[in-house]
C-alpha cells in the first residue's frame, strides 16, 4: 500500500478528498475544480479505481430521520481465541444489517467491537438476546450507548501522503 501512496499527486489527492466530500460530485465539476478537461479527469479517477483506492461510492442516509435513534457500541468476548472460532462468530455476525461495523480488537478485555444501530431498546434487546448472545462462542457482552453524535467523519486524511 505505500508504493500505491508515494505514487499519488496532488492531482490525486485533490481528487480524493472532492469525490470523499460528495460522491455525486459529476465529473465535469470534479475536472473543473481540479483544472483538468474532463476526459483526462475521468481517466485520473478510473485509474484510482483501478489500484483500489476507491472502494466504492455510497450514500450517507440520516439514521435519526429513518427512525434509527439508538446506536450502540459492543465489546463481545469470546470463549476460544482460535480461528475457527473467530471465522464463525465473523460470518454469523456479518449477516446481521443492524450491524454497522465489527472490529477485532485489542487492548481490552474483548475480543470484538460492534457498533449496531437500531430503532429503540426493544430492538436492541431482541438483537442482542435474540441473535448477538446465540452465537457459538460468545461468553461476554458489555454495551455503551451514544448519547449524541458531536461528529462523524467520512472523509479520510490524506496529508500524510508527500
Do not use: W
Amino acid at each position: 500500500m505505500e508504493a500505491i501512496c508515494m505514487k499519488l499527486d496532488r492531482t490525486d489527492k485533490r481528487i480524493l478528498t472532492l469525490i470523499q466530500e460528495n460522491g455525486r460530485i459529476s465529473n465535469l465539476e470534479l475536472a473543473d475544480k481540479i483544472g483538468l478537461s474532463a476526459s483526462p479527469c475521468s481517466r485520473r479517477v478510473k485509474h484510482l479505481e483501478d489500484l483500489g483506492l476507491i472502494e466504492k461510492h455510497v450514500t450517507l442516509l440520516d439514521q435519526n430521520k429513518l427512525g434509527l435513534k439508538l446506536t450502540a457500541y459492543l465489546l463481545i468476548s469470546m470463549d476460544r481465541h482460535t480461528p475457527d472460532r473467530f471465522d464463525h462468530f465473523i460470518a454469523e455476525i456479518t449477516d446481521i444489517p443492524d450491524v454497522m461495523e465489527c472490529c477485532l480488537v485489542t487492548g481490552s478485555d474483548a475480543d470484538f467491537q460492534l457498533k449496531v444501530v437500531v430503532p429503540d431498546m426493544e430492538h436492541y434487546q431482541a438483537l442482542l438476546l435474540g441473535k448477538i448472545t446465540r452465537i457459538k462462542g460468545v461468553t461476554g457482552v458489555k454495551s455503551s450507548f451514544m448519547l449524541r453524535n458531536i461528529f462523524s467523519r467520512t472523509v479520510l486524511p490524506l496529508d500524510h501522503i508527500k
